[in-house]
């Protein structure tokens, strides 16, 4: 089973506060505010009070565009952006005055966990996963709650303001309750050198749609 940067952290002793910031670069999220770094760990290049980020895992490496349009968005103080996404080479990363980054890329990321496996500060399991037969599968389907009977989806139009903008005179009309299907996909997207990046779709199946 894999984990997540956010695991490692946790389990490494180290404290973030979760702040709402949002990030309009896709991929990229603010795991929080350092609060508290075990003064065993080695190699962490920020202070309490600087910023975490997370790029994501995803086959598309980020580049200057990414960068530059990621600290549009991003408050002043210290930055250490860690990113399990391929970083396109660059002279220099993106600056603003008043940000101090500190930028990450898997490599940097594998030496770090490498040090902290080798000196005991993080334990591997190596143990393999037990497997998941169809039995499984079909007990974990058969106990997953349904969907609320009666749930209504609201239109995202608003006919009135739609007849508005295409000149139209206002109509008579009358709301009409169609039956469909809500799905919910899970998986991985698979790209170029088998790259997985775990998404999750919602579709929506009504008549109109074939």
Known sequence: ?????????????????PLNLVSRTPGIVCLGELELLPESLRDVPVVLG??????QPGWAPIDRLELERWLVDAPSGCHWLVSERKLVEMRAPPRRDDIALILWGPKRISQWLGTAVLTGELEVDMSPPPSETMVNVAERAEVAEPPPVGLAVRPRIQLSNWFIEKGFEPLATQPLLLAAKLWTIEGNLVGPEDARERNSWTLLEDPFSG
């Open 50 to 55: 600087a910023y975490v980020w997370h790029a």
């Open 1 to 17: 089973m894999s984990v997540t940067l956010p695991e490692i952290l946790d389990h490494l002793g180290v404290e973030l506060r």
